[in-house]
């Protein structure tokens, strides 16, 4: 159902012409090729007392393959636009990519040894993932389509990824029933006694001739941050100590097993640093810390971030002279991590000798007709699901420009949000208070058309699970809040016109790479407007300028109601004031859920009755220029 996408001379090349050794060859993404696959001897992998082929005389070499952040993608397919999958690097997604990249290693290997890992975030993240969570949820009879391809596909362990908890435990335990290999995680543990509530490693062990069993250890961690984010699904009952904390308990105890090498499954970026402050004393990304300060790491298998890894290494800070691999497969099954590894034997014990990784890209291969056949069912269900026309729009509405001028798109979601709001506090003490709302720009490719609107239209607006709550303000708080919102945008010294790079995306303390859409926050008023300046050539700090509500200066001791996510409420982000924030309503409600039903039952969106423009860039009190910024901000 998808196409390869290469260059034109192998686009003619079918999957039968061309060997195993050419489609990886023309796969690679960076490092030198794939020459290291070839092993000589035989060998392959079995589980611990099982009998299996022997190596051949020499040295001992082990292929692991990785993915991570999968997030629900099976298919080359994009929901939200109901079309094949493509991006501005065309590259290609999902499983069944991944299985014909994972079928040519393991040919290319020659019957050798190897592993397939995951790194976690797999259940979450495309309607397909929704559907069978929410819809008709693998807690009843269904199975789910992520644990059918990764069973066919062949997977010997998956780390949890923070995403694995966002429909619950219940839901993550089905999942967990459904796969026939184990999802790890060792700092996954249990509320009250501090034990694991998942497998924390794994050991596969390969026969070696003229040596004992080749014994691999893998070890799966997951990033701390869930507690925060998925708090109202794990508080009292789930606790996540920190990553190089739980490795330094666990990596001795797989040495004391008497594992060769040790791989860990992190689902925790390599680049230092948390979204979420110091709002927890662990941090969200901490990989390249784990390779530094835990002795006896050989490699990690990174997740969490969505950046593109072939090979770095990293000097061990505990073990002299020590270099530790890490590699990470960028998201959605986009790459296919290959690690090489090769063991020597020396007083009777094998020890690491070598060990490097590239990335296989899938937009170099064709979907595996099997892995595609297994969900075929499964997608075309969810495609009608999310074609489903459920009402109609008077104008076209983009979130294309919402990251630098005032939209309609998010003025809908904070509109829906905080009536929503509004609606559940009728008959409290709060219900007088004026209600605002906050919404990011989470999807610039999200679009409503005029006309017909679906559930993947509206869906696509809101492309997270997160659920709503009602919070108490301060005036000033409001203030603070958007100041931190406004630390998103670069420093200008004129008015421009700029590209929307040029102004976006500031990179941070805690961002250092970019701050990303998802961590700037518009806010919008319900019965009145709420109406500011960003002033981008002013510092960080100090850009809100003629913030009024109603028309009046916000009074700083004034109160208000905040409609908020739970992952912002939560701490994500690390916005100022949100934790401690009285909470007056919190009824799960998902988002993205609430917007498809407001469009159900209104029947008709019509943004006149809700957008107004109500904020805008400023330099030093004059308006802004931003290349593709519509006039108004109206879309």
């Not at 691999?216 to 009292?236: M, Y």
């Not at 040495?255 to 927890?280: E, Q, R």
């Not at 986009?334 to 094998?350: A, P």
């Not at 981008?536 to 996510?565: C, E, H, S």
Request: hydrophobic share 40%.
């Amino acid at each position: 159902m998808s196409r390869p996408r290469a260059t034109a001379a192998v686009a003619k090349l079918s999957e039968v012409e061309r060997s195993r050794r050419e489609m990886l060859g023309m796969a690679v993404v960076g490092g030198a090729g794939l020459a290291f696959l070839a092993h000589p001897g035989t060998a392959e992998a079995a589980p611990e007392g099982a009998g299996a082929p022997a190596h051949g005389p020499g040295p001992f070499r082990l292929t692991v393959m990785g993915t991570t952040d999968t997030h629900g993608n099976t298919l080359n397919w994009d929901y939200f636009k109901d079309t094949e999958y493509d991006d501005s690097a065309h590259n290609d997604i999902g499983l069944a990519k991944i299985a014909t990249l994972v079928k040519g290693v393991r040919a290319e290997a020659k019957g050798g040894p190897t592993l397939l890992l995951d790194a976690g975030d797999t259940i979450q993240g495309t309607p397909l993932a929704y559907y069978y969570a929410k819809i008709d949820p693998i807690t009843g009879d269904s199975v789910h389509p992520m644990a059918k391809a990764m069973n066919a596909i062949g997977y010997d362990a998956a780390a949890l990824g923070n995403h694995e908890y966002n429909y619950g435990l219940d839901t993550l335990r089905a999942f967990e029933s459904q796969c026939d290999f184990p999802l790890l995680s060792a700092n996954s543990v249990d509320w009250n006694t501090g034990a694991p509530i998942f497998k924390p490693y794994v050991i596969k062990s390969f026969k070696a001739r003229g040596g004992r069993d080749v014994k691999v250890g893998i070890l799966g961690l997951v990033t701390p941050g869930v507690a925060i984010w998925d708090k109202a699904n794990v508080e009292g009952q789930v606790k996540f100590p920190g990553i190089v904390e739980q490795a330094k308990v666990m990596v001795p105890r797989l040495k004391a097993a008497g594992c060769d090498l040790v791989i860990v499954s992190c689902h925790s970026g390599a680049t230092p640093g948390s979204s979420y402050g110091d709002a927890l004393p662990f941090p969200e990304n901490a990989s390249t810390q784990l390779a530094e300060e835990v002795a006896d790491v050989d490699a990690v298998l990174v997740g969490h971030a969505h950046v593109e890894i072939p090979q770095r290494f990293v000097a061990s800070k505990v073990t002299p002279g020590k270099q530790v691999l890490l590699s990470e497969p960028l998201k959605w099954g986009m790459r296919l991590t290959v690690m090489e590894f090769e063991l020597e034997q020396r007083k009777g014990r094998w020890h690491l000798a070598t060990s490097r990784s590239t990335l296989l890209n899938a937009n170099t291969v064709a979907e595996d007709k099997e892995v595609a056949g297994l969900v075929a069912q499964d997608h075309a269900v969810v495609r009608t699901y999310v074609n489903s026309v459920i009402g109609t729009c008077t104008m076209a509405m983009s979130a294309a420009t919402a990251r630098f001028e005032d939209t309609a798109a998010l003025d809908f979601i904070n509109h829906v949000q905080a009536q929503a709001v509004k609606d559940a506090l009728v008959g409290t003490a709060d219900e007088s208070l004026p209600v605002l709302s906050i919404a990011a720009p989470f999807n610039r490719d999200a679009a409503i058309p005029a006309g017909n609107v679906t559930v993947r239209d509206v869906a696509g607006l809101y492309i997270y699970d997160n659920t709503l709550l009602g919070i108490r303000f301060t005036g000033q708080q409001v203030k603070d809040y958007l100041e931190f919102s406004a630390t998103y945008f670069q420093q200008v010294t004129g008015t421009g016109p700029y590209n929307p790079d040029q102004v976006t995306n500031a990179p941070t303390a805690t961002a250092p790479n970019g701050t990303p859409d998802y961590n700037y926050d518009v806010m919008g008023g319900l019965d009145a407007s709420l109406a500011y300046d960003i002033d981008i050539a002013k510092p960080a700090g100090q850009r809100i300028t003629n913030l009024t509500y109603d028309g009046k200066p916000i009074d700083p001791a004034g109160q208000f109601v905040i409609a908020i996510n739970n992952y912002r409420q939560s701490g994500g982000g690390n916005f100022p004031g949100v934790k401690t924030a009285p909470v007056l309503w919190n009824a799960q409600i998902e988002i993205r859920q609430l917007l498809i039903d407001w469009v159900t039952e209104q029947g008709v969106i019509d943004p006149t009755t809700f957008t107004t423009y109500d904020w805008k860039l400023v330099s030093n009190g004059q308006p802004v220029v931003i290349e593709g910024a519509a006039e108004g901000g109206r879309h």
